[in-house]
């Protein structure tokens, strides 16, 4: 079972609800939200989404040491075709494939600074 790409599509969406600003090629994601606004968001475009972005906020946490900001997640998932960790994980996620969420968990690169 694949994630439809019409889903894909759409999840860059959910990253703009905050005004974006175009500077050179790059959207610039401002504001914040609270994170249980954004993942309910994510859970209305579909529950893999959510639960993809939940096991990438936990794995985050672990490897990082800290809390994943809602406006990085939402970054995540509205620079170009999106993370491609977290984009693994939603379609790890929506296939049940726990190995794998584990397993892209591990290779999360943290920010610097």
Do not use: W
């Not at 694949?2 to 974006?20: D, G, Q, S, T, V």
């Not at 989404?49 to 906020?57: F, I, L, N, S, T």
């Not at 970054?75 to 939603?90: D, I």
């Amino acid at each position: 079972m694949r994630i439809p790409a019409l889903l894909l599509c759409m999840l860059p969406i959910l990253a703009h609800p905050a005004p974006a600003h175009a500077q050179g090629d790059a959207a610039v994601i401002e504001g914040d939200m609270p994170i249980e606004s954004y993942l309910s968001l994510l859970s209305q475009v579909a529950p893999a989404a959510r639960e993809g972005a939940q096991a990438y906020m936990a794995a985050f946490g672990k490897r990082c040491g800290r809390a994943l900001q809602t406006v990085e997640l939402r970054r995540a998932f509205g620079e170009g075709s999106g993370n491609p960790t977290l984009m693994a994980m939603v379609r790890a996620t929506h296939q049940k494939d726990t190995a794998a969420v584990q397993r892209l968990g591990a290779t999360i690169a943290c920010p610097r600074g």
